[in-house]
Structure formats: C-alpha cells, structure tokens
C-alpha cells in the first residue's frame, strides 16, 4: 500500500517509483489533485503501470485508488 496526497506536479514524476514499488495487485491511494487534472492524471498513472480503479471527487479536489 502507498498512500500520497499531494500535487500533481510533485505526484506525476514519481508515478513510475511508486508502481514499481507495489506488488502485482497492490494499491496506491493517491489524493492532493484538482479534479481538472484528472484525465492527464489517469494518462500518466497508465504510463506509468497502474490502472485506476476508482475516483472520488470532492469540490474541486480528486483522489484516486490506483492497482498495478
């Protein structure tokens, strides 16, 4: 399990890191986004090899639940 909650800008790069840090089936709970970034979130999340499972929204802010 990885938990992050912060910017996308300081989260996106090191999308590669924590994949590679989770077990096949592991989760990463990532938060701290702005809902309009979402969809380049989820881009570079799958660059990355994990496959966003779930979203949740909150105001203008998302988090998501992450799997490799």
Do not use: K
């Amino acid at each position: 399990l990885v938990v992050a909650n912060i910017i996308s800008s300081a989260l996106v790069p090191i999308l590669p890191d924590i994949a590679s840090r989770l077990r096949p089936g592991g989760r990463a709970l990532l938060g701290g986004l702005l809902v309009r970034e979402s969809p380049q979130f989820r881009d570079s999340a799958g660059a990355s090899g994990l496959c966003v499972v779930e979203e949740q929204t909150e105001g203008e802010w998302a988090a998501f639940v992450a799997t490799r």
